[in-house]
Structure formats: C-alpha cells, structure tokens
C-alpha cells in the first residue's frame, strides 16, 4: 500500500517515527480502558473491573430496565511553584462501559470497590421469565 505522507528524507522520516512513538507512549498513562471480567459463579455473576486510582465520587453505577452502566468522570489538577518555576497541569476523562441485564435479578445487585477493584455480584433471576405469545388468528 502506498504511504500517504510525503518522504522529505530517511532521516526525518525516523525522526518522525521516533517522535510518534514517544508521543503515543505519553498518553498511555491517560489509558481509559476498562479491564473487566465477569464469571458465571452458578447462581451469580460477578463483574470484577479493575480502575486504579480513582475515588469514590469518580465512579458511577446506575442501571436502566436493560443495562448496568459504569461511568468514569476523573480530573485531576496540579500545580508546583519554586522560584523561577511555575507548573500547572489539568487532566481530565470521561468513559464509560454498558452491560446487557438479561436474566438479572436487578433489586438485588450488590458490589464494592476497593484497592482499585470494582466488584459487581450480579445474581440471576430464579426463574427465567417466560416469553409470552400472541393468541392470533389465523384465516384458512
């Protein structure tokens, strides 16, 4: 396939590439993935999603009739001052992550968070709803 960006010469193109990588290597610790599990423990689930470093008032959980949801809202502020010397720096993400609810007992969900672990226990219904069927008429 044909590169799309101009050559000005091998040596800036390594540059270039050195450059990227270092670049790319800089928002690795602005990662805002969500490293979840979820194992069939019989009568549960259990949804063990791993967020280090965040707190308590950066997580959300929150469900609907067919979805759990679990949001991530972080900023992060910081400022040094020495002499000649002024930083200030200011992070800020937001992600998120839906779950399906079928076959969940949704009013007795229960989880914690600690040492950077979101665990989720997710029991399941005792008795899976029936699917209903429509009485239609048929014409011979």
């Known amino acids: ?14 540059q270039m590439m050195n450059w ?6 800089l928002f690795d610790i602005f990662d805002t993935s969500m490293s979840t599990d979820i194992v069939d423990k019989g009568d549960y689930y ?17 469900m609907d009739d067919r979805q759990l949801m679990i949001t991530v809202d972080k900023k992060d502020e910081r ?10 720096e200011r ?13 969940i007992d949704k ?3 229960t989880g914690n968070y600690k040492d950077g672990v979101l665990n989720l226990k997710l029991p399941k219904l005792e008795k899976e709803e029936e699917q ?9």
């Open 91 to 103: 992070r800020s993400y937001n992600y998120s992550r839906r779950f399906d609810l079928t076959g």
């Open 107 to 109: 009013e007795k969900i």
């Open 20 to 25: 990227d990588r270092g670049f790319d290597r």
């Open 46 to 62: 259990e949804l063990v999603s791993d967020m280090p470093g965040l707190k308590k008032e950066d997580i959300k959980v929150s």
């Open 132 to 140: 209903a069927y429509l009485d239609i008429e048929f014409d011979d």
């Open 79 to 88: 400022s040094e001052k020495s002499e000649n010397y002024v930083l200030q």
């Open 1 to 14: 396939m044909f590169n799309m960006v101009p050559s000005r010469g091998r040596g800036r193109d390594r």
